[in-house]
């Protein structure tokens, strides 16, 4: 698959490193946990939307856009990232951020919103729970035009057919890694939600004849919900790539199991899988996203999903600037996060 023809700017060094996780393995009693660290890609701190704006920014600065307008919950690591990639290319951002939980948003509060005001975000516009988040930025956008700007919107999570590019390309370079490394994988596990990053790696797989079963963790929706979103992503990047292939729907797989409560909100088996990765390898997850995509691992290791011997990648999306408005959950007994 050829993305040279598509503008792209580059915001981290060479490939992101792939681990194998000795004592988590033991911990665990298998199977043999492999993790492709996409939370050391670029921008302050990093995670898989790095890899998505590597598109979207070639896309926005070719189109000649001076100001970002993007949107996400109060806690976005996509809002984050986004902001980072403006202050790199000199550009002003602007966000809307969805209080899905009413009160959620506070200017001083930690975690990304702290780092939403150090990188300098230059307007916040805060809409209730279940707004229409297109038409609420194209408001903005509007503002940006009638002060002489020139706007270039990205959906939540940067998930449209350019974003997904950017999996595509993690696809290709997974391909490489694994060639090099003589490591074959049994199955990868990523997280599931705006669907940019499942998407993406299902058109990348298809495309590139990579034939590892893609294992797919809801963050925020039941397969029945999550899985049509994910089809959808994946044949708008391979139909922009102009690659014909129809994505078959067994290409789709996730699990729901592991998000509930609600999306951003902490349960037991997430607060387990944080503790567990902190102090078996040093690796910190992050409540909203990797700590509940890894339960999810966790969790389909010990019903047997996955054979003890089985090669199992995990992609740690990123995320971890969240735990600082999360610590006394992450710190205390899983049982008090019910
Ligand atoms: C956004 C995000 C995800 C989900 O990725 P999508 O492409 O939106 O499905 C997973 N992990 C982290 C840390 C994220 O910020």
Redo the contacts with the bound molecule.
Sequence with gaps: MDLSRFPRRRYSQGPSPIEFLPNFTKALGGPRVWIKRDDMLGLAPG???TRKLEFLMGDALAKGADTLVTCGAPQS??CRITLAAAVKEGLKCRFVIEERVPGSYKFDATGNQFMYRLLGVEAVTVVPGGSNMAEAMEKVAQEVRASGGKPYIIPG?G?NAIGGLGYVACAQELQQQLLQMGQSMDHFVV????????GGLVAGFLGNNIQIPLVGIG?SRDPSDQNPLVHKEAQAILDLLGVKIQVPAEAVLSFGDWWRPKYSIPNPAMVEAVQMLARTEAILL?P???GK?MAGLIGLSRKGYFKPTDNVLFLH???ATALHAYESVVLGDPADAA
Excluded at 191 to 198: D, I
Aim: charged letters at 10%; zero cysteines; hydrophobic letters at 10%.
């Design positions: 995670g898989n939307k690591n996509h999570g998930s997280g599931s939600g705006s669907s940019g990053t499942h963050v992050d909203v996203y990797t995509i999306t990123g995320g």
